[in-house]
């Protein structure tokens, strides 16, 4: 199988099932969009691979599991309404996003400021993430007939990855930054 079929040469993608629609259409920005935020991460994990963080082996089991609902919840947004979704998001996705979340949130400083995005690679990577998945959100959002568990899931998808990206950079010393004092 190649890599190139030609068949977008015109500014036309497929769905799931094969329909034809324009690149520009919603559905498209929010599942390209999905796709953008798991580079995001797996840049992020790549980072995290060469530092010293203590539980990346529990880090990267979950980021696994994420990166793979992510690719269901983009196919999905690639699935035209009223044909059969392929990959269903389940409850239990979102459960297992807010158990992490309670859990590394656990272990770090409670919040008292805003904090400005950035530390180690890995933590500023999924900041990028986090972004971009409010981005993935808010076309989402626009696509009528969409899964309430997927909007559930992106939201709380950014939930997780702030509070990841605090977690890994809490594990590895960074000191976050606060918004400026004169400001």
């Known amino acids: 199988m190649r890599?190139?079929?030609?068949s977008g040469d015109k500014g036309t993608t497929s769905?799931?099932?094969?329909?034809r629609i324009?690149?520009?259409?919603?559905?498209?920005?929010?599942?390209?969009?999905?796709d953008e935020a798991n580079s995001m991460i797996g840049l992020a994990m790549s980072h995290l691979q060469t530092s010293s963080f203590a539980?990346?082996?529990?880090?990267?089991?979950?980021?696994?599991?994420i990166q793979t609902t992510l690719f269901h919840v983009g196919?999905?947004?690639a699935t035209p309404e009223g044909k059969e979704v392929k990959w269903k998001l389940k409850d239990e996705d979102i459960q297992d996003l807010e158990h992490t979340i309670d859990k590394w949130d656990a272990?770090?400083?409670?919040?008292?400021?805003?904090?400005?995005?950035?530390g180690h690679p890995a933590g500023a990577s999924l900041h990028c993430a986090r972004t971009v998945i409010r981005r993935a959100e808010r076309c989402a959002v626009a696509i009528e007939n969409?899964?309430?568990?997927?909007?559930?899931?992106?939201n709380r998808l950014s939930d997780f990855l702030f509070v990841a990206a605090r977690y890994i950079n809490s594990g590895l010393g960074e000191q976050e930054k606060t918004l400026h004092q004169g400001s």
């Open 22 to 34: 324009p690149k520009n259409d919603l559905r498209v920005e929010a599942y390209g969009t999905c």
């Open 75 to 77: 196919a999905e947004l």
């Open 55 to 65: 539980n990346k082996e529990e880090v990267n089991e979950a980021f696994h599991k």
């Open 15 to 19: 769905l799931v099932y094969g329909q």
């Open 3 to 6: 890599i190139y079929t030609k």
């Open 146 to 154: 969409v899964n309430p568990l997927v909007l559930a899931y992106l």
């Open 107 to 118: 272990s770090l400083e409670p919040l008292k400021n805003f904090i400005l995005p950035g």
